[in-house]
């Protein structure tokens, strides 16, 4: 039992953590091969908020890293991550289940996910859904720091989670606020409590500990590690897996991966970095007020990059410290997707208008009537909850239930004759932003940072705008000239 499994981060989680989703399909494509060769047990490859972000901001149609990367990577079981239940508005059940099937035409086969509130009792019916359209999932149980969230808290959760009858469960620290003394006293309680469920280990390096907790980890049991490739690792994202295999082998543990071909993996992602002025994840130092504002990994990145576009970004740590009140007053919700972004929303929203709740978004209006998880209503702190719910835009919420359409309907909305995924790409992207993608979507090709030179000349020559192409750097030149036949 000395073999240590791994479950690669790198373009989900490394991708949305520190880049806030900014890598384009045409950077992922040329190194697909190359992960794919490393032994991974399962590799994290597509979320449905792709779908959005692509199509409006890079003017890609995320269909294309399906479509091709699936034919690129075929030893490594390819995961999605999500369920079937909406991350940040309601979406019809028939379109989750939807996107469900064709995700799994194409091989992925595995997802994992969250009930934000720790809720087994609701997700199990999920779960079973999600099995019947031939997709395992993967359970989080989240970790959070609150004077709720004790040792007895995810002893019953644990115990919840494995009697929803889950593939597998995540130990999800998504903060990185676990330390490595909470971890001896916890983890044995969430193994021992999970039964015969095996249990993964996935942490943001938020507070610099996650490596630390991940080799506490091993020695007390886990055997299945989240770990994504340099420039995509640390920082707000999961730990090096260059790290943590060096650190094992010290310990004495056989980590299953082949660290040669990621070798040539982060020395693309370190060229596209550069090329498109992306950060490069590296070990943080610690900060004790990340455990009072918790803001994940995933949404570090994107509530800078939103600040950003308002010209705000200076506003950045009022915005977290902000966060740190708002969510003691929602009654300490677990800082995950969608709670999180409320809370950080409402936080943002607070500093930029200068007073607390002077307008909320509606989903902290649904969050406030339960619609997100029926706790909420129980543990808010009840002054702020009758300011969320006095003004006259929660009196046409109270009323609301969630439409059902059938998939009949919805194509009768976008159109009859589409097919599966451009009726899925449309509802999520809409109509006008699909309209306007430039060439149906199609990529746009990035060299491969490992053989740069090679794909250079190689693009070079088939261009025929050009008869001469001179290239000088210091030490180096190239000349390259077409000739007529004689």
């Not at 009858?165 to 006293?185: H, M, N, S, Y």
């Not at 308002?310 to 969608?338: N, Q, S, W």
């Amino acid at each position: 039992m000395s073999e240590i499994r791994f479950i690669d981060t790198t373009v989900r989680d490394g991708n949305q953590s520190l880049w806030a989703l900014n890598m384009r399909v045409g950077a992922m494509l040329p190194i697909a091969e190359q992960m794919d060769q490393a032994g991974f047990e399962s590799m994290e490859f597509f979320l449905s908020v792709m779908f959005k972000k692509y199509v409006r901001e890079h003017k890609e149609n995320p269909w294309e890293w399906v479509r091709e990367g699936t034919r690129r990577i075929k030893k490594t079981h390819l995961r999605y991550h999500g369920g079937m239940h909406s991350a940040f508005e309601k979406t019809p059940h028939c379109i989750l289940k939807l996107l469900i099937e064709r995700l799994v035409s194409y091989g992925l086969t595995v997802t994992r996910t969250s009930n934000c509130w720790n809720d087994f009792a609701e997700f199990k019916e999920e779960i079973a859904d999600l099995k019947k359209t031939g997709m395992d999932t993967v359970a989080n149980l989240i970790y959070s720091v609150s004077p709720r969230h004790t040792d007895d808290y995810y002893a019953r959760k644990a115990k919840e989670a494995a009697a929803a009858q889950p593939w597998r469960i995540c130990f999800k620290d998504v903060g990185g606020l676990l330390t490595p003394e909470r971890a001896r006293t916890l983890i044995p309680v969430v193994l021992e409590s999970a039964g015969k469920i095996p249990v993964e280990f996935h942490a943001h390096c938020n507070s610099g500990q996650a490596p630390l907790c991940y080799l506490e980890g091993v020695k007390l049991g886990m055997r299945i590690l989240h770990t994504a490739v340099p420039p995509l690792a640390n920082g707000s994202s999961q730990p090096s897996i260059f790290n943590i295999a060096q650190n094992l082998r010290a310990l004495g543990y056989t980590p299953a991966v082949d660290l040669k071909p990621l070798e040539a993996v982060e020395k693309h992602f370190t060229a596209v970095a550069r090329k498109d002025g992306l950060p490069m994840g590296k070990p943080v130092e610690y900060d004790q007020s990340q455990y009072s504002h918790q803001v994940p990994g995933g949404m570090i990145s994107n509530m800078r990059h939103q600040l950003k576009i308002v010209g705000m970004e200076h506003k950045m740590d009022a915005a977290l410290e902000e966060a740190a009140h708002v969510r003691k007053d929602f009654g300490y919700p677990i800082m995950v997707t969608p709670l999180s972004q409320y809370v950080g929303t409402q936080a943002a929203i607070n500093v930029l208008l200068g007073e607390r709740y002077k307008e909320v978004p509606d989903q902290v209006i649904q969050y406030a009537l339960g619609f997100w998880g029926k706790e909420a209503v129980e543990v808010m702190d009840a002054d702020v909850k009758d300011k969320i719910l006095s003004r006259p835009r929660a009196k046409e919420w109270t009323q609301w239930e969630q439409p059902e359409p059938t998939l009949h309907e919805v194509r009768q909305r976008f159109g009859v004759q589409l097919s599966d995924e451009e009726l899925i790409l449309r509802f999520f992207a809409g109509d006008d932003y699909v309209n306007a993608l430039p060439d149906g979507g199609k990529p746009r090709e990035y060299l491969n940072g490992d053989q740069p030179l090679v794909k250079l000349i190689e693009q070079l020559s088939k261009r025929k705008d050009s008869n001469q192409i001179y290239i000088k750097r210091p030490g180096f030149s190239i000349r390259m000239e077409k000739r007529s036949a004689i």
